[in-house]
């Protein structure tokens, strides 16, 4: 089976930096998504990294080691609209479906 | 254009009864899937359809049971509805199965009295 860990809440100030860390065990790796959710709101794609190293779109930069079991999302500038819940997910050989972590909320504050 | 849509998207009803989902996307996608969050927000895949055909149906009582009718429609029926089975259930859509990025409906909230 598949299982990924994320930390549960994370807080931080407007205009700051925040990583969201993931780590996974699988078999089978493919590649790793970020999906973003805000309160009573549909979960929606942020990024995907199927090889190493950092994919950069906007604000937003996702990372991933393969070596590691390791990846992260890396939030820039933070805005208060950025306060939500944010998962990883895996996409594994064989498996049809991604594999969602647990989710962090993000709490930005003033 | 909502590029996946559900409804309804509140459902309220009592034990016992049986009750309907459907999802709709116009994404030209090959793959739909349901996906349930329970009140921890932990997302789990139910059922995965790949061009009308059933490919994952996890661990899920046999109550629940999908029905793709054509690539862009996957419903899924609930009958004799538990308490249990209160949660938000989201319909998605990808270009193929298993792909990174999927496409989420905005969810039908589901409580059971």
């Known amino acids: 089976g598949q299982s990924l860990e994320q930390p549960s809440e994370v807080t931080a100030v407007e205009g700051a930096i925040v990583q969201i860390n993931c780590t996974y065990q699988?078999?089978?790796?493919?590649?790793l998504s970020w999906y973003q959710q805000h309160d009573g709101g549909a979960p929606t794609f942020l990024s995907y990294?199927?090889?190493?190293g950092l994919e950069e779109t906007g604000r937003f930069s996702s990372f991933l080691s393969r070596s590691d079991s390791y990846g992260y999302l890396l939030l820039q500038e933070l805005q208060m609209k950025d306060s939500a819940s944010y998962f990883c997910?895996?996409?594994?050989?064989?498996?049809?479906?991604?594999?969602f972590g647990s989710g962090t909320r993000l709490q930005v504050q003033p | 254009d909502t590029a996946v849509s559900q409804t309804p998207k509140y459902l309220v009803t009592q034990m016992g009864n049986d009750k309907s989902i459907k999802c709709e996307q116009n994404?030209?996608?090959?793959?739909m899937y349901w996906y349930k969050q329970d009140s921890k927000k932990f997302l789990k895949i139910m059922f995965s359809?790949?061009?009308?055909?059933?490919?994952i149906n996890e661990t899920v009582p046999n109550r629940f049971s999908p029905k793709s009718p054509d690539k862009a429609h996957l419903n899924l029926h609930i009958n004799s509805l538990e308490l249990g089975d209160s949660a938000v259930y989201f319909c998605?859509?990808?270009?193929?199965?298993?792909?990174?990025?999927?496409?989420f409906g905005q969810g039908t909230r589901l409580t059971v009295v």
């Open positions: 998605a859509s990808s270009e193929r199965p298993g792909t990174g990025e999927a496409f």
């Open positions: 699988t078999s089978g790796f493919y590649g």
């Open positions: 990294n199927g090889l190493d």
């Open positions: 997910a895996v996409r594994v050989t064989g498996r049809r479906a991604l594999t």
């Open positions: 994404l030209g996608h090959d793959t």
């Open positions: 359809y790949n061009n009308k055909e059933l490919i």
